[in-house]
């Protein structure tokens, strides 16, 4: 479950030249700058046309842009070992507070890593704006299970959902092995089940007080 791509000298070539290829296009206009969706889209459609070539030559065997909208991936590729990543593109303006973007969902992130050679991959990119000019100042390219429990949280939705606490910060171990960070997934999920089902018994019985209520209310 190791991979070359992410030793730490090609990682930081990664991550150097996505923010260098970002930083020389004009990506924006004074009308979309300010919008952090507009960004975020002219992000993802620009790395979906030239992420390859921020990977050094002779690692990627076959590079792929066309996912669906409600795919996991913004775009993937397979290795000359043909192993499988798929790349989620998150955006950050660093002018903002509080961001806390969904990742994934439990399940299927339990279905895809079933699988040894698939990486499930996060592309964080992080920017301010100079009235319609862009900066880029952070990248940071890296395996879902190299993102450190303390800055991740869980969510209700669907099986549950990945979500990253806080944009601005945002802590990753490259010594973290895939094992032992899901195994860190499954206790989370040991407490955080068992804190949906008491928040959902708490609703159930509310609404039999209501609906006792509305038995015995006298129509007007």
Known sequence: MKSAIFEDEIREEIEYNVIRMLNATQ????????SPRAVGDAVQGFLEQ??????????????????A???????????????????DCKTHNLSTQFNM????????????????NNFFV??????????????????????????EWSCLTLVA???????????????RDTKKTRKSWMLELCDALDVFYPNEIAKITERIDYFKAIRNYWINHTDS
Not at 27 to 34: D, F, G, H, K
Not at 70 to 84: I, L
Not at 123 to 147: M, W
Not at 157 to 171: M, P, T
């Open 101 to 116: 973007p969904n990742l994934t969902s439990v399940e299927r992130l339990a279905r895809f890593y079933g699988d040894d």
């Open 27 to 34: 990506l924006m206009n004074i009308n979309t700058a300010n």
């Open 122 to 147: 996060l592309l964080f990119v992080a920017y301010k704006t100079e009235g319609y000019e862009l900066e880029f100042s952070e990248c940071i390219f890296s395996p879902i299970e190299h993102l």
């Open 157 to 171: 939705l669907g099986w549950g959902q990945i979500q990253i606490a806080n944009s601005n910060i945002i802590k």
């Open 69 to 87: 909208r409600r795919s996991m991936a913004d775009f993937a590729f397979n290795d000359q070992e043909n192993k499988y990543y798929i790349v």
């Open 50 to 67: 030239n992420f390859i070539r921020c990977i050094p030559s002779g690692i990627i065997k076959e590079f792929n842009a066309s996912f």
